[in-house]
């Protein structure tokens, strides 16, 4: 499942419309569950109902699990953080007026202790990233593909973009070679997937593929759409879109 971004509704819809097995099935989460809408608790809620959940760190994820940690947000509650503090701010019956100021990049004073146990440990527990056992890679941003996978500094996994951005110029140069071209990388895998660089960038609210690289942000943190794909079918199912979710 690709970034989630505070998109209950969504997130929703597609565990319904793929008859995700809460008690059977394995989800991958691909990070990003923070910032964006917010139902930010309600996802996490959610999500701790899958017996079989991989969760993996995304850089908004990491944000928030900053503020848990320290008391301090590193980007001042923008960039959605809004949308996060909103979220946990409600559970404990404050207002939305409590939180003016956010949107304009002020930190106001909010206590970590908004962040109930439970999801405190999910932030905290999250993977920067899974292998399985049919050597694929899930991750959320991406990686140095010129060193070997492991071992590299754990904000390149949140916050790469150049893997994908390569693997869409070898594919493109690629139809011009005949087809006859590899994206190398020191360590290999069958096939990468990865959130964190919305494909809305390329006009479209669908997976997109280049080389072995399956990006699954579809744009649930704007105007696009919440993914969930079956890793062996490729099949995929989608939210509808989240501005039509959020805006009726």
């Given at each position: 499942?690709?970034d ?19 008690d059977k ?31 993996i ?27 996060s ?39 905290q ?7 399985d ?22 904000e ?8 994908w ?29 990865i ?25 649930a ?28």
């Open positions: 499942m690709g989630i971004h505070g998109a209950y509704k969504a997130l929703e819809q597609c565990l319904e419309r793929s008859s995700f097995d809460k099935d394995t989800l991958i989460q691909l990070g990003d569950v923070a910032d964006g809408f917010e139902h930010v608790y309600d996802c996490v809620e959610e999500l701790l109902k899958i017996r079989n959940l991989i969760s760190k995304g850089n908004h994820d990491e944000w928030l699990n900053q503020f848990i940690l320290t008391g301090c947000h590193p980007m001042d509650w923008v960039q959605g953080g809004a949308g503090a909103l979220s946990y701010v409600r559970q404990i019956g404050r207002k939305k007026k409590k939180l003016l100021g956010v949107w304009d990049g002020v930190q106001i004073a909010l206590n970590p202790d908004i962040v109930p146990e439970s999801h405190r440990q999910f932030f527990r999250q993977q920067l990233y899974f292998i056992e049919f050597n694929n890679c899930f991750v959320h941003g991406g990686f140095d593909r010129h060193k070997e996978f492991k071992g590299q500094i754990a390149v996994y949140y916050w790469d973009r150049e893997l951005l390569e693997a869409l110029a070898d594919s493109d140069s690629e139809r011009y070679r005949g087809g006859k071209g590899k994206f190398r990388m020191v360590t290999e895998f069958n096939n990468i997937f959130g964190h660089t919305s494909t809305m960038n390329w006009k479209t609210d669908k997976p997109m593929k280049a080389a072995n690289i399956y990006n699954l942000d579809t744009g943190g704007c105007a696009g759409r919440l993914t969930i794909m079956d890793i062996k079918s490729k099949k995929f199912w989608q939210s509808d879109p989240v501005r039509e979710l959020y805006c009726r």
